[in-house]
């Protein structure tokens, strides 16, 4: 079987309403209702058009989160997700939405930074003199 993997930043909300951010931008693409219609008909040309399509996503929002689940819901995927951020991003996160007629073996959530931290040696501390620990407790006077 073929598949088809595609990937779209979706942009949180709360980011879009920050027009000096995307000053190149016209202002009503930036508005989520504008967004939101135009992010649903290209996911459902993404579905309709292309067979065993995962779709993955990036910048999910708390906000947008349950539209996206009833969406996904409609065409018969399933939306798995992984909310990291905080509230000042409104817990920004990503998510894989994978046909429901997929049969999923197994399924993990791994943040590449910290997989990286934990396969990567530790980096040795600099040696500087100028700040290094001195014991002064211990004198030869």
């Excluded at 996206?68 to 951020?85: A, I, N, S, V, W």
């Amino acid at each position: 079987m073929t598949v088809r993997v595609v990937s779209y930043n979706i942009l949180v909300p709360i980011y879009a309403d920050r027009p000096e951010i995307y000053s190149k931008c016209r202002p009503e693409f930036l508005k989520t209702d504008h967004r939101w219609n135009l992010i649903r008909s290209q996911l459902e040309q993404e579905v309709h058009h292309h067979e065993n399509t995962i779709i993955c996503l990036q910048e999910l929002s708390l906000t947008l989160l349950p539209e996206l689940e009833l969406f996904f819901r409609h065409l018969d995927y399933t939306l798995f997700h992984h909310l990291y951020g905080k509230r000042h991003n409104d817990f920004m996160g990503t998510g894989i939405a994978i046909p429901a007629s997929m049969e999923l073996n197994s399924l993990s959530i791994i943040r590449i930074g910290d997989y990286i931290h934990s396969i990567s040696k530790p980096r040795e501390k600099p040696v500087n003199l100028l700040t290094s620990e001195c014991d002064l407790q211990k004198s030869d006077m």
